[in-house]
């Protein structure tokens, strides 16, 4: 309990109203987003947001300290210690949890055993829970982050302003973010695919935010894994995984704290009743109410997110089409609403269909589908051709298209390619072999 939790640090409005938490542990109300693209495109995200509706930023020691305090109140026993191991003498006895007890406040913990009829494992990414039920593996990120304390007048800029920068170099499938907290902003990115490079996306996330953090002090530097997706396995007996254990992190923004509180009171909620308030003894087919109720809620959400990711984390010309396409109101009303209250929000479907040709024309503008058009075995043998004249764009923009902006997508030798960003059109006399 002596650690504190890496991580940004921001809540939903929904997850304050459905779990009662104070206003004093909130440390800003963010109203505004700025979203910054490879090439600092900046978009400024929020006006759709109402006067009563805010995004939270707390420190995750002081949020967690408060539901510790909370849940002791209420008749739980808090135990400061260290999950080892634990074991089963048979199926329908009780569980022995083996940990290091911290009680007395010492850095090195003394053994203990405690009996328990069942356990929920909610001990993060590295849980050693899910290890003993053989939970299976899953793909993580590595999340850096650094806490700065910068200069006042400084911080007044980011007083309810929270900025997401994306590009190759603050991370190949993430985004790097600035968010402020009580007297400081957390600084950080991730990655999955290259978790070696983290320090160096760190850096250049430090420098695109530079004019606005220099002059400040570090004082914490934080590391820690963000699963990608659930585990194979999350219950097994009278066992289950919640949170990040579990790997309940949204692919795309990578929020899990509503998640992991969501789930772990789903988890108490299916004990209380599968053991009729404590009458009789719970099993897992009383768990799994749990995971059912979870994934049926839930499991639209993360894959949309996910298939949000895959489309638009994946290239530079395809965040700038992200970055550009957060300029619609439509767009930042839909994200807002599905973020602050965790739902899919069904769209007007005119809107959606909108949405739907913007999105195109934004991905087409930013080249996103430049390695279709760029595949060069599959032009040649459809008889596509490349453009001398756009690749001579390419060097020579006055010529006015740049050669990502040709769309030679079901061209031929008898009409015309045309270039997306200008609408200049190129002949069979400009073409040659590849």
Known sequence: MNNCKPCGGAIPLCMVDEFDLPADIIDRKVTKMKMISPSNREVDVGKTLSETEYIGMCRREVLDDYLRTRAKKHGATVLNGLFMRMEQATADGPYTVHFNSYKDGGKVGKP???E????????????RVAKEIDAGEYDYAIAFQERIRIPEDKMDYYKDLAEMYVGDDVSPDFYGWVFPKYDHVAVGTGTVINKTGIKQYQQATRDRSKVKTEGGKIIRVEAHPIPEHPRPRRCKGRVALVGDAAGYVTKCSGEGIYFAAKSGRMAAEAIVEGSVKGTRMVGERNLRTYLDKFD?????????????????????????????MCESDYVQKMTFDSYLYKTVVPGNPLD???????????????????????????????????????????????????????????TSIDQPAVCKYTGNKYYSDDWQAH
């Open 116 to 127: 328990v009829d069942a356990v929920i494992g909610a001990d993060g990414a590295n849980s």
């Open 352 to 410: 959606d269909v909108r949405l739907l040709v913007q999105t195109v024309g934004s991905l087409l503008r930013g080249n996103a589908l430049r390695q279709g058009a760029n595949s060069l075995p599959e032009a040649a043998s459809s008889g596509r051709r490349c453009l001398s004249a756009a690749a001579k764009a390419a060097d020579d923009p006055s010529l006015g298209c740049p050669v990502e902006y040709i769309d030679l997508r079901g």
């Open 296 to 324: 049926r809620k839930y499991w639209a959400t993360y894959k949309v997110l996910d298939i949000l990711q895959k489309v638009f984390y994946r290239s530079n010309p395809a965040r700038e089409a992200f970055v550009e």
């Open 112 to 114: 203990e055993t405690l």
